[in-house]
């Protein structure tokens, strides 16, 4: 029996820890730690609602929309407020290319090296990668020549010393199972992403007047002025710029993403049956139309059972401390977030230690449940409550992804069922973001261009003494909900409730294992030393922590280190990147 | 602050990164604040609030000649302390010392370097930080400061050629 503990566990963001009991070459329990605070929900008490996005879009370098519109939703669900049809149809489509470039840069540069080894790519044969490339697509870019000059690219950067993303990884493993032309291949798509996404990210400098964090989020709609008359507000030509740049996005995920994930899924189908984790999947829905119907609709599934998708209640919705370093008067109980509480109150080891105290508090994360019941959020979440709502497009594209791959939907229950989900659901999206561009260009013809509700519910003398909120929305990685108090036009209580905190959940007062630390039961370690099935599973989440916690490391200056110890003696000599006990 | 959307005009990237939420992490955004409220900035350089990210940077690096960098370092000296480092000791000091966002900048810029698009000259200015408390405020200790950081990047930009004038 070994303990092993890996920390940080994200490639880009944030500090997620991972221990784990390992007994004959199988994960035998899990515990997930996010080793620093969050405190954004103490600073906005006392402030204005509606500067709240301004503040919350900082809470994440990854996400700032994101959080920026959850804050607004939250305002005007407290106010009762209804957004103006362009400025719906304008979050629809700044949140779906967030969507779209977060999953591909997802992929490719976070998971598709949990499973393209790069080393091997250096072995490629440059004539074989192109013959596979034209086998499963018809993306130009897939010559001998081409791959050859990404293979030297790649060679002069490996024997540069300076790996940077290439570091810390687990190069040789034998969980890694393609050849090496595939590994070659997504190489290649690896740095055509890199451009990919710098270009089609565009779109918010178009439509958000200022990037990287965009200013046009506004309580009762946006502030990017419509007028087809005007060079410095949103007009045919800004239009004719998104569908061009859409057709960008759609083109590289449905001839490069959706191909490689198809092409690279039948080496690693084993892992169609790794990583299903606790089972319950929630989505609090996305996109809505003029009516309010959700094009991603809401609700949750229970036990993997795809025959019923009950309705959401948000109300139902409480988190725990039990096990998070927080303090609760009655800390059996969970608590509403309008209700919530945020007391630190750190009670673990001091750093330097080998491994985290599980049995008692041992995570800045509390412990989010839906009638008590932990729950998956995500890409998956979201695909299994449309599969199960009969969305037309998702159950179209999951049967043809199903058919494909020659599996059933059982398989959806996994590590590889995230990833693909992810894929699927870029899919869809892209095509989407044509169809509501158009909607756009429509309302615009026809006359309408009012961005905002007015002024009327924007002047707080008119606000109800005391008002209560929810912004829901789905992130990439998730449901994110923002709940706000507001009395006598201030805000009383914030509190945000992210998709990473649902997923990265400890155990509650009952016990109850999270999504990250259920999915991991069961998963084979080939080699202690390099637990790459553990980054497998849980890049599958795509997480972030860095909007759960504080940005502190404690540790300074350890970037990536695994430790593993056999617990037959805890006073054993601490082994780190070691592959001998 | 201004976009720019021809980024082949841009020579120069100023970068403030950090996270603003917590008061003197956030030192490298404030001092690109302050720098385009008391200059006019030339239009061959570009001055961009970083905020936390990372590799969503990539698109204003590219074609960059010169990259500037201003952040809170961990540095072990005195909070307050200014720390200048320039070519290869800034991807080595990001990718060995803190700074919170480490895994975001540095591997931009070693995304960078595999693409061929790495700046020909990178310099980082940088503080000691007193406090890294929730807060939106920078600590007493900081504050004092930021004028004179702001001379060191507008220094470090007449250094590369460019002409500021400050605004009356």
């Known amino acids: 029996m070994a303990r092993i503990a890996i920390d940080p566990i994200s490639r880009i963001e944030g500090h997620l820890r991972i221990e784990v009991q390992v007994d004959e070459g199988a994960v035998k329990d899990a515990w997930a730690s996010s080793t620093m605070f969050r405190g954004i929900e103490i600073i906005l008490k006392g402030r204005d609602p509606r500067d709240a996005w301004a503040i919350t879009q900082r809470a994440c370098g990854v996400c700032t929309t994101v959080h920026a519109f959850a804050s607004v939703r939250a305002v005007e669900d407290a106010l009762k ?21 977060d999953h591909v840069i997802h992929f490719y540069h976070l998971h598709a090296l949990d499973w393209v080894d790069v080393v091997s790519a250096l072995d490629a044969d440059p004539a074989a990668t192109s013959e596979l490339a034209q086998s499963i697509s018809d993306w130009p870019k897939s010559s001998a020549d ?15 010393g300076q790996l940077g993303p290439f570091a810390n990884a687990y190069w040789g493993h034998p969980a890694y199972k393609l050849p090496p032309a595939a590994n070659l291949m997504a190489v290649a798509h690896y740095l055509e992403a890199l451009d990919w996404q710098r270009d089609v990210i565009r779109a918010h400098a178009l439509l958000g007047s200022k990037n990287p964090h965009l200013q046009t989020y506004l309580v009762g709609g946006m502030a990017t002025p419509i007028d087809p008359t005007s060079q410095a507000a949103i007009n045919a030509d800004t239009i004719a710029m998104l569908k061009g740049l859409f057709h960008t996005a759609k083109e590289f995920v449905d001839k490069v993403y959706l191909p490689d994930v198809l092409a690279i899924a039948p080496f690693y189908l084993d892992w169609a049956a790794i990583g299903g984790g606790v089972g319950n999947y929630l989505a609090y829905g996305e996109f809505p139309d003029k009516d309010g119907t959700q094009f991603l609709p809401q609700g949750y599934i229970l036990n993997k059972d795809l025959g019923k998708v009950y309705p959401l209640d948000h109300k139902k919705i409480t988190e725990h401390v039990a096990h998070s370093w927080y303090e609760y008067d009655d800390e059996k109980k969970g608590k509403h977030p309008w209700e919530g509480e945020t007391r630190p109150k750190f009670t673990g080891p001091q750093p330097p230690y080998k491994f985290l105290e599980t049995d008692q508090k041992y995570t800045w994360m509390k412990a989010p449940r839906l009638n008590e019941t932990p729950m998956e959020v995500g890409p998956l979440a979201r695909m299994l409550v449309a599969y199960a709502s009969g969305q037309p497009q998702v159950k179209q594209t999951v049967d043809l992804a199903l058919k494909t791959l020659g599996v059933g939907a059982d398989a959806l229950f996994s590590t590889l069922g995230r990833t693909a989900a992810r894929c699927i659901e870029t899919v869809i999206l892209a095509d989407q973001l044509g169809a509501w561009t158009d909607e756009l260009a429509a309302n615009i013809k026809a006359g309408d261009i009012q961005i905002h509700v007015g002024s009327e519910m924007w002047d707080p003398k008119n606000w109800p003494a005391e008002a209560d909120g929810w ?49 991991l039961m069961g998963t084979p370690i080939a080699d202690e030393a390099k637990p790459l099935e553990v980054l497998r599973t849980i890049h599958s989440f795509d ?20 430790t593993f110890q056999s617990t037959d003696s805890m006073s054993a000599p601490l082994i780190r990147l070691s592959p001998d006990k | 602050m201004k976009i720019v959307a021809e980024p082949n005009k841009v020579q120069t990237l100023v970068l403030g990164v950090g996270n603003t939420l917590l008061s003197d992490e956030g030192v490298g955004v404030h001092v690109v604040e302050r720098l385009v409220k008391l200059y006019n900035i030339p239009e061959e350089v570009q ?6 990210l990372g590799m969503d940077l990539l698109y204003y690096l590219e074609g960059v000649e010169n990259l500037l960098l201003v952040d809170a ?3 072990h000296r005195e909070p307050g302390a200014l720390i200048r480092l320039s070519g290869d000791e800034v991807p080595a000091f990001l ?38 408390e929730v807060g939106l405020e920078l600590s007493e200790t900081i504050a004092p400061l930021m004028d004179t950081l702001v001379e060191k990047v507008a220094g470090e930009l007449r250094q590369w050629g460019h002409v500021l004038s400050p605004i009356a």
């Open chain 1, 471 to 519: 912004g829901h929305i789905e992130a990439p990685r998730g449901a994110l909900g923002h709940w706000v108090k507001i009395k006598d036009q201030k805000i009383l209580n914030y509190q945000m409730v992210v998709p990473s905190t649902w997923n990265c959940s400890p155990r509650d007062a009952k016990g109850q294992q999270g999504p990250y630390e259920s999915a």
């Open chain 2, 95 to 132: 990718s060995i010392k803190i700074s919170p966002h480490q895994l975001g900048v540095p591997d931009m810029l070693a995304a960078a370097k595999l693409k061929g698009s790495f700046p020909q000259n990178i310099v980082l200015w940088g503080v000691q930080p007193a406090s890294l």
């Open chain 1, 146 to 160: 081409y791959f050859k000059g990404v293979k030297d690219k790649l060679a002069a950067f490996v024997g540069s």
């Open chain 2, 47 to 52: 001055v961009l609030d970083g905020g936390t």
């Open chain 2, 73 to 75: 370092v961990e540095a």
């Open chain 1, 543 to 562: 997480p972030c922590m860095a909007c759960g916690v504080h940005l502190l490391d404690v540790n300074g200056d350890e970037v990536n280190q695994v």
């Open chain 1, 81 to 101: 407020i209804t957004i103006p049809n362009n400025a719906r149809i304008l979050r629809n489509i700044i949140e779906g290319i967030q969507f779209v470039q």
